[in-house]
């Protein structure tokens, strides 16, 4: 990415532009490698929003997708929390690896196997998570301080 004047920016044709919309309290979150960062999609064409999951958001998330197949992966699921924690925290990034494996090994298949595979693919970006959210200004709405980061995805 080059700078052409202050704020505005050249990029190459295989990037797309990502904003997270944070609470401090959420920006904290990432930068402790405590949630990760959910980038709705991946289209070069378009600006993608971001958002934070920490554990609340992820297992509302979780309980979306697996429905009354829940209590089933319960344990499996919080082993894939704990996974995904650890990346954070060595790597500032989560690796699909992590879901790949911890879904072979729990024998996560067909249509449960890609509605996790379509959530966990907008959260698998090259950029650190730390990235994501370091440059945030912060803007009120509605009345409540929020923080608003803008940066650059390899799609």
């Known amino acids: 990415m080059r700078t052409i004047r202050n704020c505005v920016f050249e990029t190459n044709s295989s990037s797309c532009h990502v904003i997270t919309l944070m609470t401090p309290q959420e920006q904290k979150l990432v930068l402790e490698g405590k949630a990760l960062i959910y980038a709705h999609s991946k289209h070069e064409d378009e600006a993608n929003i971001a958002e934070v999951y920490d554990s609340i958001k992820f297992a509302k998330k979780m309980q979306e997708i697996f429905g009354d197949e829940l209590t089933e992966y319960k344990d499996a699921l919080e082993e894939l929390w704990s996974n995904i924690r650890t ?69």
């Open 87 to 155: 990346d954070l925290k060595k790597h500032d990034m989560f690796k699909y690896s992590t879901f790949d494996e911890w879904a072979e090994k729990h024998g996560i298949e067909g249509t449960l196997y890609g509605k996790l595979e379509d959530f966990f693919c907008c959260c698998n970006h090259e950029e650190d998570n730390s990235y994501c959210v370091d440059n945030a200004k912060e803007i009120e709405i509605g009345g409540v301080k929020t923080l608003i980061s803008s940066w650059e995805s390899y799609c």
